[in-house]
């Protein structure tokens, strides 16, 4: 079946550093790709997304590319801040071509920006 | 607004006992879906409706009963609560269509003691 593998954490890294999440995917054709943060105590609130290969999603300042060659979906930011301390996950829909099956999720990556 | 509100947000209870939570959704989305995050953080499906019909049962023992009186909301019961139950429970919804995106409440921490 579908699967996302992204690195896990925890990742720590300074205020103004830049961050690079990994996350790869298996999947039957080219599913939509999403990218959730979660902040602590709350839900899961959708980042970004890309619809179609060499999409880039954007949002907050971070991006993500979706590499059908690589079959990747790496986020990225230029400079993080402390308030993007979070848990992120890279996710795909189970159904690839659609449908009421809900989302797959990478294991999450912890995120720690120390000031 | 709240697009997806699920109550309540913190759950403690004994083993055996019966618990409910609800979720609503105001977003006019024709699917919903209960998901369970374990300790470590790693989310799994376990429920999906799509127009108050149960689509995906994910392998969840039988005392979880999910209820859809209409689209708008997913009501998850649990019977003879287990220790290893305790987790938060994350309500969500879409609109099918290929490949839209899934909105989350805020979740229900459910501690089994």
């Known amino acids: 079946g579908d699967s996302v593998t992204q690195m896990e954490g925890p990742v720590t890294l300074s205020e103004e550093a830049f961050l690079t999440i990994n996350c790869t995917y298996t999947?039957?054709?080219?599913?939509?790709l999403f990218w959730y943060v979660q902040y602590p105590g709350e839900g899961l609130q959708l980042l970004l997304k890309a619809t179609k290969a060499d999409d880039k999603g954007s949002n907050k300042g971070f991006e993500a590319t979706y590499r059908k060659e690589t079959t990747s979906f790496h986020l990225e930011k230029g400079s993080v801040q402390v308030s993007d301390s979070a848990v992120y996950f890279c996710a795909l829909p189970r159904d690839s071509g659609g449908g009421a099956d809900g989302l797959t999720f990478g294991k999450g990556t912890h995120l720690i920006i120390q000031p | 607004d709240t697009a997806v509100s699920q109550t309540p947000k913190y759950l403690v209870t004994q083993m055996g006992n019966d618990k409910s939570i609800k979720c609503e959704q105001n977003l006019g989305h024709d699917t919903m879906y209960w998901y369970k995050q374990d300790s470590k953080k790693f989310l799994k499906i376990m429920f999906s409706?799509?127009?108050?019909?149960?689509?995906i049962n994910e392998t969840v023992p039988n005392r979880f009963s999910p209820k859809s009186p209409d689209k708008a909301h997913l009501n998850l019961h649990i019977n003879s609560l287990e220790l290893g139950d305790s987790a938060v429970y994350f309500c969500?919804?879409?609109?099918?269509?290929?490949?839209?995106?899934?909105?989350f409440g805020q979740g229900t921490r459910l501690t089994v003691v």
């Open positions: 969500a919804s879409s609109q099918t269509s290929g490949g839209t995106e899934a909105f």
């Open positions: 999947a039957t054709g080219y599913p939509s």
């Open positions: 409706y799509n127009n108050k019909e149960l689509i």
